[in-house]
């Protein structure tokens, strides 16, 4: 999509919010007076200056926006990768080899003639393989889920395109503050600094209240409340594990259940 060099916007040296002329007075033809709306800061710029001043900091703001969703774009390439099929079919394996197993037990001690607590006494570590195995795989499995849930809860409302300041505006561009092309879908790249920005009908619904919060964290920052700190990083790790000792308790649990209901 074509850009128009006059329209680049420049953002804030503060806030990195995108700024708009003001009339602050006479002025020389070759000057613009900008202002931010967010944290008040004002400065001017020769026209002839304006698109290598806009340029800079549109690429100032990009790297630092790729900075901090480096941590994020990694989890979404382990998550499209699907390590959790790998989980589910070493399962299954555990499954098959732990009911053929039991299965041969119980043949083998109903040929012995053993009483209820040698069977019990037996059938406890043949019932408790496939048991705990499936156990921490489904555990691992839920665990991972969880995570999911929790990351895209936190990710998603960063990823969204700002909304726009009039009820019938466009939205704006996430990371410069560009006007986006007047389109939705999932993605629509801006064509100023090629940030892609999630649009959704909630930027409408709830235009108001994200124009409030944009404010707040656009002072926030200006005032260098903000760290540059990662909030994002992903727990899929320790929900994993949670999931897994919780599973295999569980199993556990069911396996001895099992074996004494088999004996």
């Known amino acids: 999509m074509y850009a128009a060099p006059e329209q680049q916007p420049i953002p804030c040296q503060r806030c990195g919010a995108a700024m708009a002329p003001t009339h602050e007075g006479p002025l020389y033809n070759d000057v613009i007076a900008l202002g931010c709306l ?122 969204r395109a700002r909304p726009p300041r009039t009820p019938r505006g466009a939205a704006r561009c996430r990371c410069c503050g560009a006007d986006l092309p007047g389109q939705w879908g999932a993605f629509v790249v801006c064509a100023y600094c090629n940030t892609h920005n999630l649009l959704d009908r909630s930027l409408l619904a709830a235009r108001e209240s994200l124009l409030v919060e944009e404010t707040r964290v656009q002072q926030a920052r200006a005032a260098g409340v903000i760290a540059r700190a990662n909030a994002l990083t992903p727990t899929f790790g320790r929900w994993s594990m949670v999931g897994a000792a919780l599973g295999a308790g569980l199993g556990a649990a069911l396996g001895y259940a099992l074996a004494s209901a088999l004996a």
């Open 38 to 159: 967010y944290c008040g800061a004002r400065e001017t710029v020769r026209h002839d200056e304006r698109l290598r001043v806009s340029r800079e900091r549109i690429a100032l703001l990009r790297m630092a926006q790729d900075a901090a969703e480096a941590p994020a774009l990694h989890a979404d390439r382990l998550i499209a990768s699907r390590p959790w099929l790998g989980g589910v079919v070493v399962g299954a394996v555990m499954l098959l080899n732990g009911l053929n197993q039991l299965g041969a037990t119980r043949d083998a001690l109903d040929r012995a003639g053993l009483d209820t607590a040698q069977r019990t006494e037996l059938l406890v570590p043949a019932c408790l393989w496939p048991t705990v195995g499936v156990g921490v795989v489904a555990g691992m499995f839920v665990g991972w889920t969880l995570a999911l849930r929790q990351y895209r809860a936190a990710v998603t409302p960063v990823r």
